[in-house]
């Protein structure tokens, strides 16, 4: 997993030319509200942590920007459920972490305040799987790690504000192209991730 990793990342900065200005460095962190698309997603919006370093190369018409990211995923549902003739309210709530690698192209205009667009794919790697129910207020959890695809593949689409003291805050979506969720008895759920961030960040140089 690591080298894999490590390989997207060389294979990002390999790309730029030798022309490039200095690269810049940050972290960033903020908050994920995540849930599926697709004809088998939908459910309500989970929150979650997403946080992690990017290096910016400058190639002074654009920019590319490969990150790393922790980021926690799934989705949540309430209603109800028929147990043998009787309605139930429940809830149900899948956690799922990723590690992601996206790879950004960047658009910057402006001189003191720096507002950037920004779009690029992104890969992931599947770090761990929860699952929590909870029927009529009794509750159980358990590892899902096993019903979900092991990589995730997404398209990144998002906008950026770089203050003049190194602050920055951003929105981004990302919308998964690769199904969540493995097959199961045969039938491939349509569940993609489906996730909204907003991260303030810190230029470090």
Known sequence: MKRTIILLLAAAIAAAPAWALLPSFG?????????????????????????GAFLTLDLIAVKIQPELLYSQKGAKEEGTIDLGGTLYPYKMTAKV????????????????????????????????????????GVSASADIKDAYNGTDIGLVIGAEVKTPIKLSIEARYTLGLTNAPKALSGYQPDAKNSTISVMLGYYMF
């Not at 920004?118 to 929590?132: K, N, R």
């Open 97 to 136: 972490d990723y590690l992601e690698v996206p790879v950004l192209l960047k658009y910057s205009f402006g001189a003191i305040v720096v507002p950037s667009v920004y779009v690029g794919p992104s890969f992931g790697i599947l770090m761990g799987a929860t699952g929590d129910m909870e029927v009529n």
């Open 27 to 51: 972290v960033k962190g903020g908050v994920n509200m995540a849930n599926y698309a697709g004809s088998d997603g939908g459910g309500d919006l989970k929150m979650g942590a997403v946080g």
